[in-house]
């Protein structure tokens, strides 16, 4: 159990059934009346974010969250096939499930998935990736690094900007948490 003396930023708790972790928290002592604690949860679940306001030592429960480092296999249908590095089980997950990380994934890559009671619900993806550029207009001689930007689409399927003298076949490094380009992988 866990109490409100515990909370911390980044401390993930349950409340009514669902996964919360704590985005922020103050702790308020008013001259007259009990302390309380106000927070914002976002929900592990569905990524919305909440305020609620708790009496001070109130108790929750901790959810039964567990994080498992698995491979991508390979995308059929819209079910993204994943196997367990230990066990070798295989699991399925639908895009809606991976959002907007299934850009970001290719095959025989390593991810981690959070379980909550034994169902997956998303998946967290390294921050940096390097991935293969497959279309995007020719370079032209003279475009430099600081001039402008054209769109690329990688390997994944993936569209993101990259600098004017980029060409296909290049791998570069994409920043998974904004999708921007941020190097060329030499």
């Keep these: ?17 669902e996964p919360y972790a704590i985005v922020e928290f103050q702790h308020v002592k008013p001259g007259k009346g009990g302390a309380f604690v106000r927070t914002k949860l976002k929900s592990i679940k569905t990524g919305s974010v909440i305020d609620r306001t708790f009496r001070s030592g109130e108790k929750f429960d901790e959810p039964n969250l567990e994080e498992k480092e698995m491979q991508y296999l390979y995308a ?22 991976l959002g907007e990380s299934r850009k970001y994934i290719k095959e025989n890559m390593n991810v981690k998935i959070l379980f909550y009671n034994e169902k997956p619900l998303g998946v967290e ?35 993101i900007k990259v600098p004017l003298y980029m060409n296909e ?7 998974t948490r904004t999708g921007e380009y941020i190097e060329r992988v030499k």
């Design 125 to 159: 993806v390294p921050i940096f990736v390097e991935l293969k550029i497959v279309k995007t207009d020719p370079g032209v001689r003279g475009d430099t690094a600081t001039g402008g930007a054209k769109h690329a689409t990688l390997e994944t399927g993936a569209v």
């Design 1 to 17: 159990m866990l109490s409100t003396s515990d909370f911390r930023n980044g401390l993930k708790i349950e409340i009514e059934g």
């Design 76 to 97: 059929s249908e819209g079910q993204y096939n994943f196997m367990d590095n230990k066990n070798y089980e295989q699991i399925s997950l639908t895009e809606e499930q």
């Design 169 to 175: 076949g290049e791998i570069i490094k994409v920043d």
